[in-house]
């Protein structure tokens, strides 16, 4: 397995992965819209996708980083907002090798370091981030204000 920074090239690979992560979370399928919004991520680089590369050049799954700040730290921070991995490639480590790019990302980026939020169901990602140095954090309380 190869990890790499995406290119405009894997869009279309891109947006079928981004297409099947939204429809784990319940979201309806629309691969139109994956393919746009994963468009305009690359093109406007508001964001950082890694892949993850199979030696037969398919791509298994990608992680997409999201740039924050400290204020209290006054550094970068990085928000890993989505980690899908195919379900043809699962429990080969790939989700593992995807946040290591991660990492890679915020050392790469003097960024003080990265945080992410999953759903108290998602069995797999929650015990999956302990075991890569995540630490859930039990002394924050977590609102969100939205307008759809």
């Not at 690979?13 to 429809?23: G, K, S």
């Amino acid at each position: 397995m190869t990890y790499r920074k995406a290119k405009l090239e894997d869009l279309e690979a891109i947006a079928e992965l981004f297409n099947a992560y939204r429809v784990f979370y319940r979201k309806d399928a629309d691969i139109e819209g994956a393919k746009a919004f994963v468009l305009e991520r690359i093109t406007h680089q508001d964001s950082e996708i890694f892949v993850a590369e199979t030696t037969e050049k398919n791509l298994a799954g990608f992680v997409q980083l999201y740039p924050l700040f400290s204020s209290t730290r006054m550094k970068k921070l990085w928000l890993l907002n989505d980690l899908f991995v195919n379900s043809d490639y699962r429990g080969k480590g790939i989700s593992v090798g995807l946040i290591e790019e991660a990492k890679t990302l915020v050392k790469t980026t003097n960024a003080c370091g990265m945080f992410l939020e999953t759903e108290k169901s998602n069995t797999i990602g929650n015990n999956l981030y302990p075991k890569t140095g995540f630490v859930l954090n039990e002394g924050s309380n977590y609102y969100e204000w939205n307008i759809n």
